[in-house]
């Protein structure tokens, strides 16, 4: 049923999606689906968890091992590759409704935001540990930078999927990465 959800959100918004439409794509009845999630909004706060865990579990074989600002720059590499995903687009879809028509998601997704930037912050916190990320780094103003340039970036992939590199694209965000985060002086340990 969420699978359905995401691929009609994608195309069309929450607001414009029913749950009988979501029910009919998953083969299963409006009913079945009403039962399942009790309401729409119940549903699209299960699908936002759900692509929040999704992504999650789409880094985590890159990230296994790394820490630190290596691990936050294969982070930000890989949410910037996942942008062309369907799935992104159901979700930005959210974000752009929360914004208007469908604001009793906001909350969800303000939740959303905030579990992307503590994982970032436990990254550059790690980072401040073991010395290749300045000691004066303000980590929560840095996750809030982080997560505003990804999202800018794939809002703009996804409006025009040739607005830019990608790969360049990557390269420059991880370089700008190391310039705002590591010490004046000393070697990487990545």
Not at 11 to 24: D, Y
Not at 31 to 38: A, D, I, P, T
Not at 91 to 107: C, D, K, N, Q
Not at 124 to 134: S, T
Request: hydrophobic fraction near 40%; include cysteine.
């Amino acid at each position: 049923m969420l699978e359905a959800a995401v691929a009609l959100i994608a195309r069309q918004g929450s607001s414009r999606t029913t749950l009988s439409e979501i029910g009919e794509r998953s083969g299963y009845t409006h009913g079945l689906v009403s039962h399942r999630f009790g309401s729409k909004g119940a549903l699209v706060r299960a699908l936002i968890e759900k692509l929040q865990h999704d992504f999650g579990k789409s880094v985590e074989p890159a990230l296994k091992g790394n820490d630190g600002l290596k691990a936050l720059k294969l982070m930000c590499e890989s949410y910037l590759r996942a942008a062309a995903e369907k799935e992104w687009l159901a979700m930005y879809a959210l974000i752009g409704e929360a914004l208007g028509p469908v604001p009793e998601i906001r909350p969800d997704l303000a939740q959303a935001d905030e579990n992307f930037r503590r994982s970032i912050r436990r990254h550059i916190d790690e980072g401040i540990r073991n010395g290749e990320i300045r000691a004066g780094v303000d980590s929560q103003s840095q996750s809030t930078l982080i997560v505003a340039t990804l999202r800018g970036l794939v809002i703009q992939r996804l409006i025009d999927p040739n607005s830019f590199k990608l790969d360049a694209v990557i390269k420059d965000a991880t370089r700008n990465l190391e310039r705002a985060l590591r010490p004046a002086k000393g070697v990487s340990r990545c």
